[in-house]
């Protein structure tokens, strides 16, 4: 079933737009980690916690969808897997397709 088709279906979309409220209710926790967030994230992905402590700055979720802030980093994002894809990077156009801003509008 194609994202689109998801969206689509009353169900499908309604349990995508209660992830990314789930997510937004996150952002006391990512915002202020303490070590045993670390410590979990680090479990998780099989690494270690003070690696997840030092990059963790580097993540950010601001529970926005700014299109000036979001496509810069699509665009980044896409020619770096690109690269290692073997692929041609997709233009800022065809990102732009794979955006749809109704789910952040219907929180």
Known sequence: ?????KLNDPKKRADIVAFVRAL???LDVFNHPNSSVYSF?????GMDPEIVKAVWEEHKWSG??????????????DAMLAKSDRRAAMSKADLEKFLDRSVIQEL
Request: hydrophobic share 40%; no cysteine; aromatic share 4%.
């Open 24 to 26: 937004n209710q996150t």
């Open 1 to 5: 079933m194609l994202t689109t088709d």
């Open 64 to 77: 926005t969808w700014k299109d000036e802030e979001l496509m810069p980093l699509l665009v980044d994002e």
């Open 41 to 45: 994230v680090a479990d998780q992905v």
